[in-house]
C-alpha cells in the first residue's frame, strides 16, 4: 500500500457559521423545544436523563439507570481540574489542595441548561434603593450603548424610567442553544392568554430594542418592552402595559394577587419558583412563545487526497484476482519456498460479444484512510458508491472534518 503525503497546498481550516432556528413553546412549568416532545423510556420519565425540560449538552446516558458515563480527571503534576469545583453530590465543596496525587475527580453528565426566567425587584442596602440583578449587567450594556439609548440604565428623562431603580423581568437564553450570539433582527416574543395572541415583541431594526408590533392593546404597538442582549442571551422586560386591555387576569402563583397580563410576567412558571396551578385565575391561563436565530461558528478541516493517473492501481480486495488463479505460497523442503504468481481480474469491457478487451489495472476506491506520521490509522472516509478508477484517471477527494 502507498502512503500520499498531504501538501501545504491539500490542507485548508475554514469557519462555517449557521443560523439555527429555534422555537419555543412554554405552558404549565414547562418549555417545549422546536415542537419536540418530552420522550419517557424504560428507565427514565425523560430518556435524556434530565430533569424537566431542557437540552442536553451531548446527549449521553441515554434512558440509564444506575451507573451513568462521568466526565474524569485525576490529580497530577499538571494541576489541570475542572473549571467549576462542584462536580458531584459528594464532591460539592472539593478542596483541591487536600487531594492526593492520584485521585480521581469526576463530574457528572448529562451537562443540561434549560430557558428561564427571573422577576426581580429593588432592594434597600446602607440607604441605597437598587435593583441588584440589574446593575449587575450596566457595565455589560455599555457596549451596547452605540445600539440603542436603551441601554443606558442610569435614569433617563427622555424615557421616564430607570432600570437600576426598576422591577425587571429576566428571561435567561442559555448558550448551549445559540451558540455565539443571537442574531440580529430574528428574536420575536409571543404572549398568549387562552390560546389567543395578545401581544408580541420584535427587534424589528437589529438594535436591541424589543418593540411590541402587535396585540390586543393597540395603542402599545412601537412602544419598547424590553431589550436584548444578544451575545450574553438575557432579555430585559420592563413593560408593565395591559396586554389584554382591560380582558383578562390572573394570577402569577397561587398566593399572589390577581394582575393583569404583561410583559413583566412573561414566562411566569418557567423555572421561576411558581408552580402551575388551575382555577379562576389559574397561571396555566397564560403561555408564551420565543423564537430566534442562533450564529453558531464550527471549524472546518478540509483535505484534499489525491489519487494520481498511473498510480492507486492495485487493490488487496480478494476480488481483485481472477477466480481462476492460482495464488499461493508453497514450501517444498524445510529451506525452499516460493510464490505462484497470481493472475489479475480483468474487468474491461469488451464490445465484442465473447471477447475479452485488452487488459488494463483497474480499481474501485471505495474508502480513504488517514494516518499519522507512524503510519497509525486514525481515521477513514467513506464513499458513498465506490469510484471506478482505471490507468489513465486522476481523482481529487474532498474530505472534511468538522473541529
Do not use: C
Not at 55 to 69: H, Q
Not at 372 to 379: K, Q, R, S, T
Amino acid at each position: 500500500m502507498k502512503y500520499y503525503e498531504f501538501s501545504e497546498d491539500d490542507k485548508f481550516i475554514n469557519t462555517f457559521k449557521a443560523h439555527p432556528q429555534f422555537n419555543h413553546y412554554a405552558v404549565s412549568g414547562a418549555v417545549y423545544y422546536n415542537s419536540s416532545p418530552i420522550f419517557s423510556g424504560s428507565n427514565r420519565d425523560n430518556i435524556l436523563s434530565i430533569t424537566g425540560s431542557g437540552v442536553s449538552l451531548y446527549e449521553m446516558n441515554i434512558d440509564r439507570s444506575g451507573s451513568y458515563i462521568n466526565a474524569f480527571v485525576k490529580k497530577d503534576g499538571t494541576r489541570m481540574g475542572f473549571k467549576t469545583p462542584g462536580v458531584t453530590t459528594s464532591q460539592e465543596n472539593i478542596n483541591w489542595g487536600a487531594l492526593s496525587y492520584g485521585d480521581t475527580i469526576t463530574r457528572n453528565y448529562p451537562m443540561s441548561a434549560s430557558i428561564s426566567r427571573k422577576l426581580t425587584t429593588t432592594s434597600t442596602h446602607n440607604g441605597v434603593t437598587l435593583n441588584i440583578t440589574a446593575s449587575a449587567l450596566e457595565n455589560t450594556a455599555r457596549k451596547y450603548r452605540f445600539l440603542s439609548k436603551h441601554f443606558d440604565f442610569n435614569p433617563q428623562p427622555v424615557l421616564n424610567r430607570s432600570l437600576l431603580t426598576s422591577s425587571v423581568n429576566f428571561v435567561y437564553i442559555p448558550s448551549i442553544l445559540y451558540g455565539s450570539t443571537i442574531k440580529r433582527g430574528t428574536i420575536r416574543l409571543d404572549y398568549f392568554f387562552t390560546g389567543s395572541l395578545i401581544g408580541s415583541l420584535v427587534d424589528t431594526n437589529g438594535r436591541g430594542e424589543l418593540l411590541q408590533v402587535s396585540g390586543a392593546n393597540s395603542s402599545k404597538d412601537g412602544e419598547v418592552g424590553g431589550i436584548i442582549f444578544y451575545d450574553e442571551g438575557v432579555i430585559m422586560l420592563t413593560g408593565s402595559w395591559d396586554l389584554s386591555n382591560g380582558a383578562n387576569t390572573f394570577k402569577s402563583s397561587s398566593a399572589a394577587a390577581a394582575e393583569v397580563p404583561s410583559w413583566k410576567n412573561y414566562f411566569n412558571t418557567i423555572n421561576d419558583g411558581n408552580a402551575p396551578f388551575t382555577g379562576v385565575t389559574s397561571n396555566i391561563s397564560a403561555s408564551f412563545g420565543l423564537s430566534y436565530q442562533g450564529v453558531q461558528n464550527t471549524e472546518v478541516l478540509t483535505l484534499m487526497a489525491h489519487a494520481p493517473a498511473g498510480e492507486v492501481n492495485y487493490s488487496n480486495n480478494p476480488t481483485f484476482e481472477a477466480s481462476s488463479s492460482t495464488y499461493g505460497i508453497y514450501t517444498t523442503s524445510s529451506y525452499n519456498v516460493f510464490e505462484t504468481p497470481g493472475t489479475i481480474a480483468n474487468v474491461v469491457s469488451s464490445s465484442v460479444q465473447n471477447f475479452s478487451a485488452s487488459f488494463e489495472p483497474t480499481t474501485y476506491i471505495s474508502k480513504v484512510g488517514l494516518y499519522d506520521e507512524d503510519n497509525n490509522l486514525i481515521g477513514i472516509a467513506k464513499l458513498a458508491k465506490p469510484i471506478k478508477k482505471e490507468n489513465r484517471d486522476s481523482y481529487t477527494f474532498k474530505l472534511k472534518l468538522d473541529l
